[in-house]
């Protein structure tokens, strides 16, 4: 607020005339102590000046003679005021680790001084769909065949919980046709495989590659329809939120 920073006792009688002795604005602080008797001419977004215990509205005062302001009403202690730590406190746990970050999260860390947060970034997810009567919607359905659903409900469900669905198609059952989608699943931490099969075709959805490297490395898992989720691994990674360089740091492994 715009007015003057004063004592509370030297206004406890209105009108009261002050002593105008300094002026203080947003990143201009006075470096004085206010005495009985004055005031100190405030600006919204100052640092309150030493010995002032109370702000009075411009609205609420009338300048006078040589340097001096009459205050017509009363402002008690602490009025229009904001103590120093009222939006955290040393030693406060602000933001946990886990959670997903916001646009709020960022400009809470950005007032706390802090311009680099470690994060991990969006856990990539391969889709793959498989069987020969898998079809897509408004593709011509024959006798026999189905349409592909689970796909797009496994993309949607990976996006809504923070993820990044990446679609590879839909793979026909031969080793051929596996092999060629799930090669372009290089870079994400999981695949997801949807479809009902038998033994022979899950032997063929392991055999991803001739080498070792080629291989995703993962484990089964065993449910029902004998599907398969292979996992690979993430990095930690450090965002930038403010002007200043980053510093040194090793990147973290996640998962393996």
């Not at 103590?83 to 680790?97: M, N, S, T």
């Not at 392991?206 to 080629?214: H, L, R, S």
Request: with cysteine; net charge positive; glycine share 12%.
């Amino acid at each position: 607020m715009d007015g003057y920073a004063v004592r509370s006792a030297d206004i406890a009688c209105v009108p009261a005339t002050l002593r105008v002795v300094a002026q203080s604005a947003a990143g201009h602080p006075v470096d004085i102590r206010i005495e009985p008797g004055e005031a100190v001419r405030i600006f919204t977004g100052a640092l309150v000046p030493a010995g002032a215990d109370t702000i009075v509205l411009q609205e609420d005062t009338q300048t006078g003679p040589e340097q001096t302001v009459t205050v017509c009403a009363f402002s008690p202690v602490d009025r229009h005021i904001r103590p120093a730590g009222l939006d955290f406190k040393v030693g406060e746990a602000l933001l946990r680790a886990g959670r997903c970050l916001t646009f709020r999260d960022i400009a809470l860390a950005a007032a706390m001084n802090v311009s680099w947060l470690p994060v991990v970034r969006r856990p990539q997810v391969a889709i793959l769909s498989t069987g020969d009567e898998i079809r897509l919607p408004g593709e011509t359905i024959g006798p026999g065949d189905l349409i592909g659903s689970n796909g797009f409900a496994l993309s949607a469900f990976v996006e809504s919980h923070g993820g990044v669905a990446i679609d590879l198609g839909i793979a026909r059952d031969e080793r051929a046709s596996l092999r060629t989608l799930v090669s372009a699943v290089r870079g994400a931490e999981l695949l997801l495989t949807s479809g009902g099969v038998s033994a022979r075709l899950l032997e063929g959805r392991g055999a991803t590659g001739k080498t070792a490297d080629e291989r995703i490395p993962g484990w089964r898992a065993g449910d029902r329809s004998a599907r398969q989720s292979r996992l690979g691994h993430g990095r930690c990674h450090s965002v930038r939120i403010a002007g200043v360089e980053r510093p040194a740091r090793a990147t973290s492994r996640i998962g393996s």
